[in-house]
């Protein structure tokens, strides 16, 4: 880092922090503990740290300038660690701009729970993270690539096959997304009803509206962006449904809650429809890699035609298509780390908070990373201290995941209410809801789930038959750390899913099922793998491939044209939209 710059960002952190020492005198403490210059105890030794903090600025600001030897060889030792050969220009960036994003949010904070003398504090650390993030990025510009170029670079590296099936499935997914535009924006056919559907939609429309709508106080304008008090689900969904009615806040202002069936139509197909086709297109790239136009083209429509699918796609607001996309991100991201422990790994990190946030279900993934990190150990990819610390360090990115994007967590009274709200819907998911009284649908066994599974997703027999297909694949093929965290995944919800959860509404199951759907597609492949004694050959062959390509085809055809058949005829699907 240059001179220059270093000189400039410390004389803005010793002005920015007397500013911040200044104003934080100006908030005085209460009379009776009140003791030097209005101020308690505790809080004049926070100050004294504060002037600690400026003080050692202003000795390495000094430094900068007489002793510009030593200075120079402690550049060269800085500038080593952040570009090196292990660089961590990147790592130091990041925790920056989170500093930044945090201190911006305590400073919020202080409107609503934080104390109102942390206010200068916050601010003065928001400037210094943002500051710190910005002299690096100029200081080090010739070590990023722009964007634009390694977009370029990563679409160049795959083939022409993989370009064509990235573009027609893109266009699927098109059409897909603007079938179901006239079956969200137009209301019921019934004049008893209204354009909501449900008891789901009247509970989270309102919460939207609140938080983009100004309170008498600037206090109650923050806390209502902020915080959501009333909706179970962590404030990143509120957040996204917030961000896709602003479009309608800005046009209609004030009175934009009003235009019900609009909000309701963005928010169907910008919450549901759009996180549902994503979720199928990586779903279907970690299945076939997009290296066959048939296989993933084939793959692509018969996820978006599952009935289930299909009747969550219509006239519905729930979290589930948010979190089923989050999910197979998790998958996909821990399958591109492949056991190196690095960035992939703190992005399914991410994800997987991020499901937990919003909906508990990232907690879930608690088996499949114990087995990943497990098995880069046998591997030898790392050793048990850094397992260790791997593990660690995926946990301490979950919890500052968590805090950054759910900052209502950090309110004492909103986390009260939060673990209250859980509590009850828990109670009555594993229970069953007491206004229906003793019923067979809360029987907590297979066999009843079984029946739900049928009615919305697939037969058993295939249901059977993706269970061993995703067995094998964890031991043959390319595909086997896919299929062992996908297998991890499903066995943790199952065993809750039949043990714990009584209440069996349709979209439950989707996190179990369709992460699940696609795995017949991988026994082909493991053919090829097998190896043994001499009769074991006769896997090897072309033929033998073909023989099972062809059976897979004949099994999936036919729970696909149950599928269409289900979305056509069943009353609970396409019956429900008339």
Avoid at 158 to 184: E, K
Wanted: hydrophobic fraction near 55%; charged fraction near 10%.
């Amino acid at each position: 880092m240059k001179f220059d710059i270093k000189k400039t960002f410390l004389i803005l952190f010793i002005l920015e922090g007397l500013g911040a020492i200044s104003y934080y005198f100006s908030f005085h403490a209460e009379s009776g503990s009140a003791r030097l210059f209005h101020q308690s105890t505790p809080r004049l030794l926070l100050a004294a740290l504060l002037f600690l903090v400026i003080l050692l600025a202003c000795t390495a600001l000094i430094s900068l300038f007489t002793r510009r030897e030593s200075a120079q060889n402690l550049a060269d030792h800085f500038d080593r660690v952040l570009v090196g050969e292990t660089s961590k220009l990147h790592l130091v960036q990041l925790i920056l701009f989170c500093i930044f994003i945090a201190a911006v949010e305590g400073f919020f904070l202080t409107f609503i729970s934080f104390p109102p003398f942390m206010r200068p504090i916050t601010l003065w650390l928001a400037a210094a993270g943002l500051q710190g993030w910005l002299f690096l990025r100029i200081s080090y510009k010739e070590q990023y690539t722009p964007w634009r170029s390694s977009i370029q670079a990563k679409w160049r590296s795959y083939s022409p096959t993989q370009h064509r099936v990235f573009l027609v499935l893109s266009i699927i997914g098109l059409v897909y997304f603007c079938v179901f535009i006239p079956l969200n924006s137009l209301g019921w056919n019934d004049p008893n009803r209204d354009f909501m559907s449900g008891v789901d939609e009247g509970i989270q429309y309102p919460i939207a509206v609140q938080t983009l709508t100004a309170g008498g106080t600037f206090a109650s304008t923050v806390y209502h962006v902020m915080v959501n008090e009333s909706d179970v689900y962590g404030h990143p969904y509120v957040a996204l449904e917030s961000l896709i009615l602003l479009p309608s806040r800005l046009i209609y202002g004030p009175a934009f809650g009003d235009h019900l069936q609009l909000n309701l139509f963005l928010l169907r197909q910008f919450i549901n429809v759009l996180p549902m086709i994503l979720a199928m297109f990586f779903l279907v790239y970690l299945f076939t890699r997009f290296r066959s136009m048939w296989k993933s083209t084939a793959l692509f429509v018969f996820l978006l035609t599952i009935p289930g699918v299909v009747k969550f796609n219509i006239r519905f607001l729930h979290p589930d298509s948010l979190i089923l996309l989050l999910i197979v991100l998790t998958i996909f991201f821990l399958q591109r780390d492949r056991f190196r422990f690095k960035k992939n790994f703190y992005l399914a990190a991410i994800t997987c908070s991020l499901a937990a946030v919003i909906k508990l279900w990232g907690f879930f993934f608690f088996l499949a990373i114990l087995v990943y990190l497990l098995y880069g150990l046998i591997r030898k990819s790392l050793t048990f201290k850094q397992m260790a610390l791997a593990g660690s360090g995926f946990i301490l990115v979950m919890v500052v995941t968590g805090l950054l994007t759910d900052p209502g967590l950090l309110v004492p009274t909103v986390f009260k209410e939060l673990i209250a709200g859980l509590t009850g819907q828990i109670s009555n998911r594993t229970v069953g809801y007491s206004d229906l009284g003793a019923n067979a649908v809360y029987n907590k066994d297979f066999a009843t789930w079984m029946t739900f599974f049928q009615t919305y997703y697939l037969r058993d027999f295939y249901f059977y038959l993706s269970a061993a297909c995703l067995a094998l694949a964890c031991f043959w093929g390319e595909n086997k750390l896919h299929a062992l965290m996908t297998l991890m995944w499903c066995l943790v919800v199952l065993i809750f899913m039949v043990n714990f959860l009584a209440a069996k509404s349709y979209w439950y199951m989707m996190e179990l099922l369709i992460p699940l759907y696609p795995a017949p597609f991988l026994l082909p492949a493991l053919a090829a793998e097998i190896k043994g004694p001499a009769w074991t050959k006769v896997f090897n062959q072309p033929r033998s491939s073909r023989i099972l390509w062809g059976g897979v085809i004949l099994l999936c055809g036919s729970q696909f044209v149950i599928n269409l058949v289900t979305i056509v005829t069943s009353p609970l699907i396409l019956g429900y939209a008339r």
